[in-house]
C-alpha cells in the first residue's frame, strides 16, 4: 500500500498539531508537538495513532482506497514542506 516516504527527521507534520482535533492536546500551546525533540518523536514507539501512517489508513479505510489515502499523506507533507521553505526564506 504505502507509496509515501516520510522525510525522516523533518518534524513538519509536528509542528502543526493543532490543527488536528485529537492531537491538541499533545501541543506545547504554539502548536508544536511536546515530544518534538531534534525535528523527531521522542515517543515514536508508543505515539497516537493519528501519527501512525497504516493506523490512520485503518480508521479511514471505508472512505476511500489507498491510493486516494496515499496522495493526500503526500500533499500534506508538500504543503508542509513549503511552509518550512517559506519560513526559512523569510528568516
Do not use: W
Amino acid at each position: 500500500m504505502k507509496k509515501f516516504n516520510c522525510i525522516e527527521g523533518c518534524g513538519e507534520c509536528c509542528r502543526y498539531i493543532d490543527l488536528v482535533d485529537g492531537l491538541k492536546h499533545l501541543q506545547n500551546g504554539d502548536g508544536i508537538c511536546k515530544y518534538l525533540a531534534n525535528n523527531r518523536c521522542s515517543i515514536y514507539e508508543t505515539r497516537p495513532e493519528l501519527c501512525r501512517y497504516d493506523a490512520l489508513y485503518e480508521i479511514v479505510k471505508d472512505t476511500m482506497t489507498p491510493e486516494e489515502y496515499d496522495k493526500i499523506a503526500v500533499t500534506y507533507c508538500e504543503q508542509l514542506q513549503n511552509i518550512k521553505l517559506v519560513r526559512s526564506y523569510n528568516g
